[in-house]
């Protein structure tokens, strides 16, 4: 009888996977992941070791997780979408497992017909092997008898835990793997990664640049108050001469070299490796931005008062599944009147947005890369006199903005761009009475990096060619605002991607329209929406 059900699994487990074959073939390819593993490896310092860990699963309700969603630097080096795994490169060759050499391994979660007939088929190792192209892969419960010394290499590095990660049933979950890492890497019970940063800031600096050293590390104490119990911070931060400075930076040094793990270094890889797309990567990023465009052009067609921001969304989001795109890629922003005053406003609960402006801020999320749109629209389909103004100025400020989104030019060059045509336009409509006053209408950034993440890595330098960045600006003036009441509640944020290349920027997102005439016109054709009615619910 067992055998009989044993067999009926596997008939319904191979069922299952045969009619999963008919999906997207459009995944950044295993050479890909490889080569970025290569890049890895060719900024690692000599004799070192780095480990990566796999996302944590994260409980939604009861016994309910959360969709998983890969650690966007996994997928990056591996392909790998699945949970309770972990990759280790080295920076040489080598020798284990009977003799063999090897520069990097990769140990994953185990086949398990039972728990694949309910959650989706496992790559298992072969699959590993075979699909993302790893010669050396494992199962999760071996990584306990990985023949690595951790304490033989110069450096361990590695991103620090955040101990949002729950110890499940089973000897391989990623609490495991994590257990047998801190185990074997010698990892202090007090090890905080943060102050290890902050160190190597000092150490890696000259004498002659300590005092803006010691400027940043004063910034961080107030950040972070534990910070100023650390002998070695607070005295560099209130060290008077270069002298002093030295002389504590040789005593970090030797704490330094009290342990070799690290983790600085892997971020600033991972940020230089990041920030600039390949062609494969662009291909993907590209299709979520026009996605997400083509999302903002069918709501500005299906807009009307009566809509609430539940059903905005959805319309989004349902132009996203349309292509196929997995997921948003942050939490949808539809904010009508007043709302859009709120910068991360994720409730969308208003029953009907009326005659407002609607700020929309969505992105969908294409193969693990996301785009960043916002659109403002008038829920009626025209602009009032007071909204088109303040519109107006935020789409100078882009335009502004996006104009100096050039190579060479530093990150912050959008945003001083931005924010002086805000500041001037304020003033001319008498909303603010010295320039000094506009951040209280414009209190964000002007621009991020995009890509695997909607916030993405980056070394925030000039910029590099191939690097794709949000240009954002927004005006917000919320209700009870010091300034005529005819402006309250008006919020714009107008935001596309933009490509940074040799030739000048490139808006990848231009499709949606963006003046107000454009959107206007726009908002007066047809929905494929209008005749979709559904039965009224008591």
Partial sequence: MLKRFALLGFVLLFILQTKAQNTPKDFLPAEFHKTRRDKVREMMPANSVTIFFANAERNRANDVDYIYHQDPDFYYLTGYKEPNSVLVLFSEEQTGFNGKTFNELIYVQERDPEAEQWNGKRLGVEGVKEQLGFEMAFNGSEFSAIPVDFTSFDKVSFFDFKNDYRDKDGTEDLFDLIKTFKVKADYPVDYDATKQQLYTMITSTSVENSANVAQTLGRYLNRYSNLKEDEFLSSYVNATDEGLRNEIKEKVLKVQKSNNLDSAIISEIMNTLRETKTDEEMVLLKKAIEISAVGQIEVMKAMHPNMSETEIQGVHEYVYKKYGAEYEGYPSIVGGGNNGCILHYIENNKLEVGNDLVLMDLGAEYHGY?????????????????QKQIYDIVYDAQEAGIKVSVVGAPFQAPGIASNEVVAKGLLKLGIIKDISEARTYFPHGTS?????????????????????????????????????????????????????????PVNLSAMAPRTTAAIEKMMKLPSPLDDFKLPALD
Avoid: M
């Fill in 370 to 386: 996301t785009a960043d749109v916002t659109r403002t629209i008038p829920a009626n389909g025209k602009f009032t006199k007071e």
């Fill in 448 to 504: 991020h990096y995009l890509g695997l993440d909607v916030h993405d890595k980056g070394t925030y330098g000039p910029f590099q060619p191939n690097t794709v960045i949000t240009v954002e600006p927004g005006i917000y003036i919320p209700e009870g605002s010091d300034c005529d009441k005819k402006w309250w509640g008006i919020a714009v944020r107008i935001e596309d991607d933009i490509l940074i290349t040799e030739e000048g």
